[in-house]
Every structure is written in C-alpha cells, then in structure tokens.
C-alpha cells in the first residue's frame, strides 16, 4: 500500500524543505528516512520508495543505507522506544540486569515491541552518559542511574499513560514518531529545555574553576 494523497502531500512539503538545506539532494537521505519513520514508525517499503523518487536514487541505494544504521527500525517501533545501555561500565553496575529483568518483564526482546503497540526495546552498545550510569533512553531522551526496579516501574508507566519526564532535558517526553520528525530536521522547539548536562558531568569543570584551570589557548 502506497502513502494517501494527503499522506503523500504533507511528506513531500516537508521533503522538500529538507532537501532544500543541501548542495547535492542525495545528502538529504538520512533526514528523509527519519521523516518517513516519523510517519509509519520505522522505514517501510513505501517509505524507501519515497525517499528514492525524491532523490533521484535507487531502491537499492536507499535500502544500503536504511539497513546500515541501527537508528532506523526495519519493523514498527512502539509509541516508546526504550534502550538499555549494556556497554562496559553500564554493563558492570547493572545494565546487563536492568535488560534480563526488563526484557521478561515486558515479555519482548531486542528490537521486539509489545502487543499493545506502546513500547519496543532494544539493546545500546552506548548511551554516552558514563557518568550517570546505569542509564536507559526512551526515543532517544535520558533516564540516569537506573535498576531492574525503577526500569520496569517507567515501563508500565508508560504503558499506562502516566506523565513521565526525563532525568535531563526537556521535561515533556515525546513519541518515538515525534523524536524521528525531530531528527528529520523538522523541530518541535523543545530541544533547549531542561539541563543538558548536570551531577558528575559538572564535576571537573567545578574543579576546574576552583583551581584556575584553563585550555590551552589555539
């Protein structure tokens, strides 16, 4: 099934305003393939066909790209994507738990999502938030030192359409259709909001200061 005329219409106006940003059109196709997974919830078969006719490029082509990148989902993500972080240091204070319990928990492994439609899961080899961790992310906003209990409290209340704000940054959560629109280029004014960085991550600028410390200058 192809996009509806007014599907169609609303995502080549906002493909053409992406497009317009870049010297050579194939440079648009990253942002094009968050657009089109804004819409259908990962990148589907429509979707790659669209951003090939707009850029002048192959299926082929498209598809080399789309399934390199783990940030595109080739099955329907849920409304809340939620990523564990098992890398090395999340891994050694709790990650690799944090999954196990979440994963049975939910009842759906990497990559899966839930019956209902509300939450995906996947494993991240990285959140690159050390500092805070054990971290998680839900379409792609923080969620610091994390365990098996409080992972699988912000599950259900996710499922349950419970307010939910993130440790840092802005204070509203959106869905993973809202964050690949985000990422797309298109923003929803909200990326400013909140600390970016706060706790352990300020902690050497505060020595820093304390001691007179500077960079090198250029």
């Known amino acids: ?37 804004s819409e259908d ?18 299926k082929a082509e498209v598809t080399g790209v789309a399934t390199f990148y783990t940030m595109y989902k080739r099955r329907p993500a849920g409304d809340y994507h939620v990523g564990v972080c098992i890398n090395a240091l ?3 204070m709790g990650g690799d738990e944090i999954w196990d319990e ?16 509300k939450v995906s899961l996947e ?10 961790a054990p971290v998680m992310m839900v379409n792609w906003e923080f969620f610091d030192n994390q365990t098996p209990a409080s992972a699988k409290q912000l599950v259900d209340d ?4 419970k307010d939910v704000r993130p440790t840092r940054g802005p204070k ?23 600390p970016s960085a706060a706790g352990p991550s300020l902690e050497g600028l505060k020595v820093a200061k304390a001691n007179g410390w500077k960079a090198p200058e250029a």
């Open 123 to 132: 494993r991240l080899e990285c959140n690159a938030a050390c500092d805070f």
């Open 172 to 194: 509203k959560l959106c869905t993973f259709k809202e964050a690949s629109r985000v990422l797309s280029g298109l923003p929803d004014d909200l990326a400013g909001d909140g």
């Open 102 to 117: 979440l994963s049975e928990h939910v009842g759906v492994g990497h990559e899966e999502t839930t019956s209902d439609g």
């Open 41 to 58: 919830g990962y990148v589907s078969d429509d979707g790659q066909e669209f951003c090939a006719e707009l850029l002048g490029l192959s």
């Open 90 to 92: 999340c891994a050694v």
């Open 1 to 37: 099934m192809t996009y509806s005329p007014d599907i169609r219409e609303r995502l080549e106006r906002d493909a053409k305003e992406i497009i317009g940003r870049y010297p050579k059109t194939r440079s648009a196709l990253l942002p094009l393939l968050h657009l089109v997974q």
């Open 158 to 161: 996710l499922r349950d359409g």
